[in-house]
Nanobody, 123 residues
């Protein structure tokens, strides 16, 4: 059974940076497509970025393109989300999700989730 644990969240000023980590126990994470989602209070969970398990291709939501970067760690059991130029609108709980096949379109299609890490962007 795959277990995911997110870390790296916190309070940061607008324009600052954070790096989130998604660590796994079980199979190495490079077997899985990994998708970062976020959920702000009162809003639906939305996709942020995904990295494929087949060719390493990546996708980003328009709202984070050019600011966020998803990558796999050298240890193969961690996926990172580097977040730069953070804005108050990025405030949310960030979750990672995994799929053995490919990046899915909606959160409902994922079976494996972490517990989330809170990101607050505020001055």
């Amino acid at each position: 059974q795959l277990q995911l644990v997110e870390s790296g969240g916190g309070l940061v000023q607008p324009g600052g940076s954070l790096r989130l980590s998604c660590a796994a126990s079980g199979l190495p994470l490079d077997y899985y497509a990994i998708h970062w989602f976020r959920q702000a209070p009162g809003k639906e969970r939305e996709g942020v970025s995904c990295i494929s398990n087949s060719d390493g291709s990546t996708t980003y939501a328009d709202s984070v393109k050019g600011r966020f970067t998803i990558s796999r760690g050298n240890a193969k059991n961690t996926v990172y989300l580097q977040m730069n130029s953070l804005k108050p609108g990025d405030t949310a709980v960030y979750y990672c999700a995994a799929d053995l096949m490919f990046c899915r379109s909606t959160p409902h299609e994922y079976n494996y989730w972490g517990q989330g890490t809170q990101v607050v962007v505020s001055s």
